[in-house]
């Protein structure tokens, strides 16, 4: 497997990182050197050591922002399900199904609050569509 040194650009971080994985080169402290090309090289130096170090499998896997796409998607597909089901007698069952990936959902948003606003939007709609349906599948 051939990984690769690349430019990272989030909303939290700006520097070096791996392709493969979530690993970042974090130096501490300011880059050491008597002139700025010196502290150019010391910094390279040091990221490409850590770079080479560091073990892909070890880091947590943060880059995945294609997971989060599908956990998005997951609670969506349920949602839709849920208000879909033609079988009423199904459709509690869904409901629940829904409202436990909603809640789920949710919980990880608030724990990265960041440009999720619009989802959240979307899960207090879609969790009060349920309470709807669950109210009618009561009846
Ligand atoms: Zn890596």
């Given at each position: 497997m051939t990984r690769k040194l690349v430019w990272v650009e989030q909303q939290r971080f700006r520097g070096w990182g791996c392709a493969e994985c979530a690993w970042v080169f974090n130096p501490s402290g300011a880059p050491t050197g008597k002139s700025l090309d010196e502290a150019k090289r010391n910094f390279e130096l040091q990221r490409d050591k850590e770079f080479t170090l560091h073990?892909?499998?070890?880091?947590?896997?943060?880059?995945?922002e294609g997971t989060k796409h599908e956990v998005k998607q997951d609670w969506e597909k349920l949602y839709r399900a849920a208000i879909i089901e033609p079988d009423r007698s199904k459709v509690l069952q869904r409901v629940e199904v829904a409202e436990g990936a909603i809640l789920e959902r949710s919980r990880s948003l608030s724990s990265s609050p960041a440009n999720s606003g619009k989802e959240q939007e979307a899960i207090t709609r879609a969790l009060h569509i349920l309470s709807l349906l669950r109210a009618k599948a009561g009846d």
């Amino acid at each position: 497997m051939t990984r690769k040194l690349v430019w990272v650009e989030q909303q939290r971080f700006r520097g070096w990182g791996c392709a493969e994985c979530a690993w970042v080169f974090n130096p501490s402290g300011a880059p050491t050197g008597k002139s700025l090309d010196e502290a150019k090289r010391n910094f390279e130096l040091q990221r490409d050591k850590e770079f080479t170090l560091h073990v892909c499998a070890d880091q947590p896997r943060a880059k995945n922002e294609g997971t989060k796409h599908e956990v998005k998607q997951d609670w969506e597909k349920l949602y839709r399900a849920a208000i879909i089901e033609p079988d009423r007698s199904k459709v509690l069952q869904r409901v629940e199904v829904a409202e436990g990936a909603i809640l789920e959902r949710s919980r990880s948003l608030s724990s990265s609050p960041a440009n999720s606003g619009k989802e959240q939007e979307a899960i207090t709609r879609a969790l009060h569509i349920l309470s709807l349906l669950r109210a009618k599948a009561g009846d």
